[in-house]
C-alpha cells in the first residue's frame, strides 16, 4: 500500500498541471460544500443566540390566557385557582435533572407610578424578586449592594434599579441612598444592577420586536417579595424563571417546570394557565428554514464533484492507455491482477484526497471571505471538514474503479506489443 501511495505521488508530480486541472472540480465542489455547511453552522448558531439570549440558559414561565401573556393591574386581576408558588412546588421544580435553579417573581409591567422629585419615570417594569433571582438570571451587582435575607424578613423599602432605570431617573447622578416613590410609598436605591452578558437582540421583523417587547422599556427596577404588598397586593401568583443545566435541555427544563406549575392550579376552569417561552422551539423552526435553502445549495454543489469525478476517469482512462507498455512487463513479470487494480486505484483515490484537502483550505478560506464581506457568520465545521475528504477519497475509488478494471485486465502480451 506505501508503495502504491509513492508511486501516485510520483505520478501525480510528473504531471503537475493535467493532475491540477483533473483535481479542479473537485476542489471547487469540496469549497463549495464547505463554505455553505459553514455558513449554515453559522446562522444557525447566530439565530440560537439571538433567540436563547445571554447564554444564561434561562427559561421564562409565565401566566398566559388564551394566548397571551396575562397581566396583573389591580387585585381584580387576580386569576382564580392560582397562588403563589410554594417552597413545595419549588422543590419540585429543583428536583428536575435538567433544572440548575429556578426564581419566582411578581410583576407590573410598564408601570407609570414611579418618581424621583418631579421626575417620572414611565413604562418602568417593577419585580417583587425573591433572593435567588439575581443569581439565576445572570444579573451581577455593578454599584451598591445586593438584597439581605434582613430586607424580607423586615420588610424594607428598598428597590435595586437595573443601569437603563437608573439612567433614565438619575442621568450622571449617583442613585445609591437616593428615595424614589413607587405608587405614593417612598422605597430607598440601595443597588444598581445589569446583565453579565452585552446580549443585544436584533430586531428585523414585527416578529422580533414582539419577541423582545418586554425588553422595550425604560428599564427595571426591583424590591423584595416581601415588601411587594407594602405597594400592590397580597397573594399574587407568580412567574418562574428556570435555569436549565444547559441550552440544549432549556426546552425540557421548561416543559417539565411548566407541568408542575399547572398541576397546582385548583381551579379546572380557569382559561389562565403557566406556559414556557420556548424560545428554542422558534430557533429551530428558522434554523430549519434556513436549512432548507442551503441544501439546496449543497445539491447544486454537489454537481461539481461529479463533474470532478467524471474528469477523474477520464485522465485515469488516459493514464492507463499511456502506461500500457508499463503494465505489460508488470504482468509478464508476474503482478497479479489484484496488485494492478489497487496501483491505479490508490492513484485515483490520493489524486481526489489531495482535491479533497485543498478544497477544504480553499472552502474554510471562502467562508472567511464571506463574513468579512457580507457579514453573515460562519462557523467551522471539523466533522463536515474529515467528512469532505473522506468522500473525495471515495470519488476518487468510484470513478477509478473502471479504469483501474481496464488496466487489470490487460493481457500482457498485447500490452507489450504496444510499445
Not at 29 to 49: C, F, L, Y
Not at 116 to 134: C, E, K, P
Not at 381 to 410: D, H, K, R, T
Request: proline letters at 2%; one cysteine or more; glycine letters at 8%.
Amino acid at each position: 500500500m506505501l508503495e502504491n501511495i509513492r508511486l501516485s505521488f510520483q505520478g501525480i508530480w510528473s504531471h503537475k498541471l493535467r493532475s491540477l486541472l483533473t483535481m479542479l472540480g473537485i476542489i471547487i465542489g469540496i469549497a463549495s460544500i464547505i463554505s455553505i455547511v459553514s455558513t449554515i453552522k453559522g446562522t444557525n448558531e447566530e439565530i440560537k443566540n439571538q433567540l436563547v439570549g445571554s447564554g444564561t440558559n434561562t427559561v421564562d414561565i409565565q401566566l398566559y390566557s388564551e394566548g397571551y401573556e396575562y397581566s396583573i393591574n389591580s387585585s381584580a386581576d387576580i386569576p382564580h385557582g392560582i397562588q403563589e408558588v410554594s417552597e413545595e412546588t419549588r422543590q419540585k421544580i429543583l428536583d428536575v435533572d435538567t433544572v440548575e435553579n429556578v426564581t419566582c417573581y411578581k410583576e407590573r409591567i410598564n408601570s407609570d407610578g414611579v418618581y424621583y422629585q418631579n421626575t417620572a419615570l414611565s413604562s418602568v417594569a417593577i419585580r417583587g424578586i425573591d433572593t435567588s433571582y439575581f443569581a439565576t438570571t445572570g444579573y451581577i451587582i455593578r454599584t451598591g449592594r445586593n438584597f439581605i435575607q434582613d430586607d424580607y424578613t423586615n420588610f424594607r423599602k428598598v428597590v435595586i434599579l437595573d443601569e437603563t432605570a437608573a439612567s433614565d431617573l438619575f442621568r450622571n447622578e449617583n442613585p445609591i441612598g437616593k428615595t424614589i416613590e413607587i405608587n405614593n410609598v417612598p422605597f430607598t436605591i440601595i443597588g444598581v444592577v445589569d446583565e453579565a452578558s452585552s446580549f443585544e437582540p436584533t430586531i428585523n421583523s414585527i416578529d422580533d420586536y414582539y419577541t423582545y417587547a418586554s425588553d422595550e422599556t425604560s428599564g427595571t427596577m426591583f424590591m423584595p417579595s416581601a415588601s411587594w404588598p407594602i405597594v400592590y397586593t397580597y397573594d399574587e401568583p407568580e412567574n418562574v424563571i428556570v435555569k436549565a443545566t444547559s441550552t440544549d435541555e432549556m426546552e425540557d427544563a421548561g416543559q417539565k417546570a411548566e407541568d408542575i406549575l399547572n398541576d397546582t392550579i385548583t381551579d379546572s376552569e380557569s382559561t389562565v394557565n403557566y406556559r414556557a417561552d420556548n424560545l428554542l422551539e422558534q430557533a429551530r423552526s428558522l434554523q430549519q428554514l434556513s436549512a432548507a435553502t442551503n441544501n439546496q445549495l449543497i445539491w447544486i454543489a454537489s454537481i461539481s464533484l461529479l463533474v470532478g469525478g467524471i474528469g477523474v476517469m477520464n485522465i485515469m482512462l488516459v493514464s492507463v492507455t499511456e502506461r500500457t507498455s508499463e503494465i505489460g512487463l508488470k504482468k509478464a513479470v508476474g503482478a497479479k491482477k489484484s496488485a494492478i487494480l489497487a496501483q491505479f486505484l490508490t492513484e485515483a483515490a490520493v489524486l481526489t484526497s489531495l482535491g479533497g484537502i485543498v478544497g477544504v483550505g480553499a472552502g474554510i478560506g471562502m467562508a472567511q471571505v464571506i463574513n468579512r464581506i457580507s457579514g453573515v457568520a460562519v462557523s467551522i465545521s471539523v466533522p463536515a471538514s474529515a467528512i469532505a475528504v473522506v468522500f473525495s477519497m471515495l470519488i476518487g475509488i468510484i470513478f477509478g474503479f473502471l479504469p483501474s478494471v481496464q488496466a487489470a485486465n490487460l493481457d500482457p502480451i498485447e500490452a507489450l506489443r504496444r510499445e
